[in-house]
């Protein structure tokens, strides 16, 4: 991971040379949105690689989405692996912390030598990449946040992480925060992922119900005389 000071200081190099960034940052916090650039993720890959997990990373934008490609050890194999990825759906407030994903163009190639199973099928062509969602359906040691997988599509919910969804400190800050604001959508244009967000989505009645169930109620219980 890059230092702070590292961040900061491609940050400044970036905005020197792209001052236009900070109108087009101001302007996108007015209509609740966050524009980040490509190559800021493309900065991170970069990062991604000293850790040894990835390698080659490349991305671009394929707009509404972002083609990703790498290579990587997959159970013991070498590949190169490479899809667009684009977001289709979120859904994020005190019950579901959802990201849906419709995967295109996948590819795995052999990036070296292995007699592994997943090298045997991806020689013989058996794996149908159409349905990437699919072939994740059923490959073991599957992370307890993927919700669906099927076809092309993924659904990831983080509040079926046991560290979100069973810690109720977690829960309730997630309940209040998504009360005000929560993720809207994602996309792609040529240079920008662009991330919307929308202002109170249960209206001031919800948002004033969060508070009162989330913030108020529990500072009220400990002033209330315990049951022996």
Same mark, same amino acid.
């Given at each position: ?24 940052? $101001?302007?996108?916090? #007015? ?5 980040? *650039?490509? !190559? +800021? &993720?493309?900065?991170? @890959? ?59 163009? $996948?590819?795995?190639? #052999? ?5 592994? *199973?997943? !090298? +045997? &099928?991806?020689?013989? @062509? ?59 959508? $994602? ?11 929308? !202002?109170?989505?249960?209206?001031? @009645? ?23």
């Amino acid at each position: 991971m890059p230092t702070p000071q590292e961040t900061v200081d491609a940050l400044r190099s970036y905005l020197r040379l792209h001052p236009e960034e900070v109108g087009r940052a $101001v302007r996108s916090a #007015l209509g609740l949105r966050v524009g980040v *650039p490509v !190559a +800021a &993720l493309r900065w991170l @890959g970069q990062q991604a690689e000293r850790s040894g997990k990835v390698e080659d990373f490349h991305i671009d934008s394929v707009p509404p989405g972002l083609r990703l490609s790498g290579n990587v050890d997959l159970m013991n194999t070498p590949i190169r692996a490479g899809a667009i990825v684009f977001v289709e759906r979120i859904v994020f407030n005190d019950e579901q912390l959802t990201v849906a994903l419709r995967l295109e163009e $996948v590819k795995l190639k #052999l990036n070296g030598e292995s007699d592994s *199973p997943i !090298a +045997a &099928l991806i020689k013989s @062509g058996a794996l149908d990449l159409s349905n990437p969602g699919t072939l994740v359906n059923f490959m073991p040691g599957r992370s307890p946040v993927l919700a669906e997988a099927n076809g092309n599509r993924i659904v990831l919910d983080l509040m079926r992480d046991p560290k979100i969804g069973k810690n109720p400190l977690v829960r309730r800050a997630v309940s209040l925060l998504t009360s005000f604001v929560t993720l809207h959508g $994602v996309e792609t244009d040529q240079r920008h992922v662009d991330i919307a967000f929308r !202002a109170l989505p249960t209206g001031f @009645g919800g948002a004033f119900r969060s508070v009162r169930q989330n913030v108020l109620l529990p500072g009220m219980s400990r002033f209330l005389p315990r049951a022996r």
